[in-house]
């Protein structure tokens, strides 16, 4: 949950408090008691075309992601009153393919003590049976975080439209001699299921400036003890929001269920940094005779190391699609207007599209890219032959919607000898990438496209890379420079970077960018980076945007294989 307590309560205390403790089944009324809000205005030119976001209003963190009877839910933190955050409701759409989505009501709002004044984020969990339940936060009448338990009322229906609230609630809560602090003890994980039998969640919290994932154990998944120790901790990290914790194959690029264990996987521990809004993750070993985690050596235990996203993502949760043996990646895309323009446009925040997970062949760090399903959506294919790509040219790519549109490109490097010696005090990519930025003109780089670019090229959004010479390697860094992309400058135009494990000597630079109006989603060497950018254009909207293939380099790079592809719209409703 990306919001602490007092937050929440300023804006919604008025509504749900009114409503007093309602029957566990009774939530249903109160959604339609709560008065909607008005509707959005009709020219909408942000509003994405791929990317899941409802109709009007906040959206917040993915909750419970899950593949039920064959059907895919997404459950997500939703605002029905407005498109700022407040009054949260756990809403639900499903799919059958995560690109077309049709809604249903909502899956949880406040009904009972436990969480009165708030049904925050948490988790999905199928139990052996296949039953799915779910683990969530409660805020009670104390504006305590507690956590509670909610199961489907017809497991055969696959839409699972109506959930039933545990009356043992809440299974999980703090207390004085459990030293846990009641207003930093939210978001429960996915459960796992080890070979004893027993279940195991995390909970994140933190105890002064150090971040904690709080570990329970249970045998039935109704009575939770806490373990005298956390799974992991970490110093200066503050408080651990919407923590993940998940095998991964080794030399594999499937996924496994989560209470997979054993010498053929290693563990990935995911969390959310309330302080900075990055997710980062490190990849390690979970001890299950000591239920502990431990980092591998070398895994940088912050957000300084590897995160999914270097752009707008937050508070992501993955699930195991057991019908395509894959792990899939949601992710809330957060904004970058002001909450005036959210109003005034009548909604904010959308989901990232769903990532494929994998580790990749090092072992050191993940990889990820766009599920295959997305490329469903793809139309009228453009093509750019073969060339050389000569320092201080663009290339204007025609016959392409560039508003709404999934590139790929790559590039091949021809005088790496040439390539800007790398300063050794140069190590936080995103401030590099901010001195560095698309208009400063460098050797090997920048290098890549010109998004949602404007006629004239007032506004333009640019993913690039520019390779500098390290001590004993060549270094590649991947930017997504905003500083441009809206004339707007009530917006944030923040600009994103990270260092991409690749060898340019030996290998191409693969870029893929997913264009959506008002989102560049973009995945670097294959996956290995990825960044997110939430852009407001003024100029370059609909028809207006224009796309490029850019050099800014003095020397020359070679375009070995250039696709563009129209999207289509997705149905979702």
């Given at each position: 949950?990306?919001?602490?307590?007092?937050?929440?309560?300023?804006?919604?205390?008025?509504?749900?408090?009114?409503?007093?403790?309602?029957?566990?089944?009774?939530?249903?009324?109160?959604?339609?008691?709560?008065?909607?809000?008005?509707?959005?205005?009709?020219?909408?030119?942000?509003?994405?075309?791929?990317?899941?976001?409802?109709?009007?209003?906040?959206?917040?963190?993915?909750?419970?992601?899950?593949?039920?009877?064959?059907?895919?839910?997404?459950?997500?933190?939703?605002?029905?009153?407005?498109?700022?955050?407040?009054?949260?409701?756990?809403?639900?759409?499903?799919?059958?393919?995560?690109?077309n989505?049709?809604?249903?009501?909502?899956?949880?709002?406040?009904s009972?003590?436990?969480?009165?004044?708030?049904?925050?984020?948490?988790?999905?969990?199928?139990?052996?049976?296949?039953?799915?339940?779910?683990?969530y936060?409660?805020?009670?009448?104390?504006?305590?975080?507690?956590?509670n338990?909610?199961?489907?009322?017809?497991?055969?229906?696959?839409?699972?439209?109506?959930?039933?609230?545990?009356?043992?609630?809440?299974?999980?809560?703090?207390?004085?001699?459990?030293?846990?602090?009641?207003?930093?003890?939210?978001?429960?994980?996915?459960?796992?299921?080890?070979?004893?039998?027993?279940?195991?969640?995390?909970?994140?919290?933190?105890?002064?400036?150090?971040?904690?994932?709080?570990?329970?154990?249970?045998?039935?998944?109704?009575?939770?003890?806490?373990?005298?120790?956390?799974?992991?901790?970490?110093?200066?990290?503050?408080?651990?929001?919407?923590?993940?914790?998940?095998?991964?194959?080794i030399?594999?690029?499937?996924?496994?269920?989560?209470?997979?264990?054993g010498?053929?996987?290693?563990?990935?521990?995911?969390?959310?940094?309330?302080?900075?809004?990055?997710?980062?993750?490190?990849?390690?070993?979970?001890?299950?005779n000591?239920?502990?985690?431990?980092?591998?050596k070398?895994?940088?235990?912050?957000?300084?190391?590897?995160?999914?996203?270097?752009?707008?993502?937050?508070?992501?949760?993955?699930?195991?699609?057991?019908?395509?043996?894959?792990?899939?990646?949601?992710?809330?895309?957060n904004?970058?207007?002001?909450?005036?323009?959210?109003?005034?446009?009548?909604?904010?925040?959308?989901?990232?599209?769903?990532?494929?997970?994998?580790?990749?062949?090092?072992?050191?760090?993940?990889?990820?890219?766009?599920?295959?399903?997305?490329?469903?959506?793809?139309?009228?294919?453009?093509?750019?032959?073969?060339?050389?790509?000569?320092?201080?040219?663009?290339?204007?790519?025609?016959?392409?919607?560039?508003?709404?549109?999934?590139?790929?490109?790559s590039?091949?490097?021809?005088?790496?000898?040439?390539?800007?010696?790398?300063?050794?005090?140069?190590?936080?990519p995103?401030?590099?990438?901010?001195?560095?930025?698309?208009?400063?003109?460098?050797?090997?780089?920048?290098?890549?496209?010109?998004?949602?670019a404007?006629?004239?090229?007032?506004?333009?959004?640019?993913?690039f890379?520019?390779?500098?010479?390290?001590?004993d390697?060549?270094?590649?860094?991947?930017?997504?420079?905003?500083?441009?992309?809206?004339?707007?400058?009530?917006?944030?135009?923040?600009?994103?970077?990270?260092?991409?494990?690749?060898?340019?000597?030996?290998?191409?630079?693969?870029l893929?960018?997913?264009?959506?109006?008002?989102?560049?989603?973009?995945?670097?060497?294959?996956?290995?980076?990825?960044?997110?950018?939430?852009?407001?254009?003024?100029?370059?909207?609909?028809?207006?945007?224009?796309?490029?293939?850019?050099?800014?380099?003095?020397?020359?790079?070679?375009?070995?294989?250039?696709?563009?592809?129209?999207?289509?719209?997705?149905?979702?409703?």
């Amino acid at each position: 949950m990306a919001i602490s307590s007092a937050a929440w309560l300023l804006f919604s205390s008025f509504l749900f408090l009114s409503h007093g403790v309602l029957q566990l089944q009774a939530s249903h009324h109160l959604y339609r008691d709560i008065k909607a809000s008005s509707s959005p205005p009709a020219f909408q030119p942000y509003r994405t075309s791929y990317h899941f976001q409802p109709p009007k209003n906040w959206i917040n963190d993915p909750n419970g992601p899950m593949i039920y009877k064959g059907v895919y839910h997404l459950l997500y933190q939703y605002n029905p009153k407005g498109a700022v955050w407040g009054n949260i409701v756990w809403a639900h759409s499903t799919s059958t393919d995560l690109v077309n989505w049709t809604p249903h009501v909502p899956a949880i709002y406040p009904s009972q003590p436990s969480d009165i004044n708030g049904c925050w984020s948490g988790s999905t969990t199928i139990l052996p049976s296949g039953k799915p339940v779910i683990l969530y936060t409660g805020v009670n009448p104390q504006n305590q975080q507690v956590q509670n338990l909610a199961t489907p009322k017809n497991l055969s229906d696959p839409y699972l439209t109506q959930w039933v609230k545990s009356t043992k609630n809440p299974l999980m809560a703090p207390t004085i001699a459990n030293q846990i602090n009641a207003s930093s003890f939210r978001d429960p994980t996915t459960a796992w299921l080890g070979p004893d039998r027993i279940w195991r969640v995390l909970i994140g919290s933190k105890r002064n400036r150090r971040g904690l994932a709080i570990l329970y154990r249970s045998k039935d998944f109704v009575h939770w003890t806490k373990s005298q120790h956390p799974l992991h901790s970490a110093t200066d990290t503050g408080m651990w929001e919407c923590p993940d914790f998940f095998p991964v194959r080794i030399n594999a690029n499937i996924g496994v269920d989560t209470s997979v264990i054993g010498p053929h996987v290693k563990h990935v521990l995911k969390l959310s940094l309330d302080d900075t809004k990055h997710d980062y993750y490190t990849v390690g070993t979970y001890n299950l005779n000591k239920d502990i985690y431990v980092p591998d050596k070398g895994q940088v235990d912050n957000d300084s190391g590897l995160r999914y996203d270097y752009g707008k993502f937050y508070a992501s949760k993955t699930f195991f699609d057991g019908a395509k043996n894959r792990r899939i990646l949601w992710g809330w895309i957060n904004e970058s207007s002001s909450v005036e323009d959210d109003i005034k446009k009548g909604w904010s925040g959308v989901m990232a599209i769903p990532r494929s997970i994998w580790l990749d062949k090092s072992g050191k760090q993940l990889v990820q890219w766009p599920i295959s399903e997305l490329e469903r959506l793809r139309e009228n294919q453009v093509n750019l032959p073969n060339q050389v790509l000569k320092g201080g040219l663009a290339l204007e790519v025609s016959g392409v919607t560039s508003a709404q549109a999934d590139i790929e490109i790559s590039f091949r490097t021809i005088e790496l000898q040439n390539a800007e010696k790398l300063d050794p005090s140069w190590t936080n990519p995103q401030a590099l990438c901010s001195q560095k930025g698309a208009s400063v003109k460098g050797r090997l780089g920048p290098f890549g496209l010109l998004a949602l670019a404007s006629k004239g090229l007032q506004e333009q959004t640019a993913v690039f890379f520019r390779i500098f010479k390290g001590q004993d390697k060549y270094v590649v860094l991947m930017c997504s420079d905003q500083s441009r992309s809206s004339l707007n400058n009530g917006n944030d135009k923040t600009t994103y970077g990270a260092f991409l494990d690749v060898n340019p000597s030996s290998e191409e630079l693969l870029l893929r960018s997913l264009i959506d109006h008002s989102i560049v989603e973009s995945f670097g060497g294959e996956g290995k980076a990825c960044i997110t950018a939430r852009v407001y254009p003024t100029l370059a909207i609909q028809n207006e945007a224009h796309l490029h293939v850019f050099n800014n380099g003095t020397e020359n790079v070679q375009i070995t294989r250039f696709s563009a592809w129209s999207m289509k719209k997705a149905i979702i409703t």
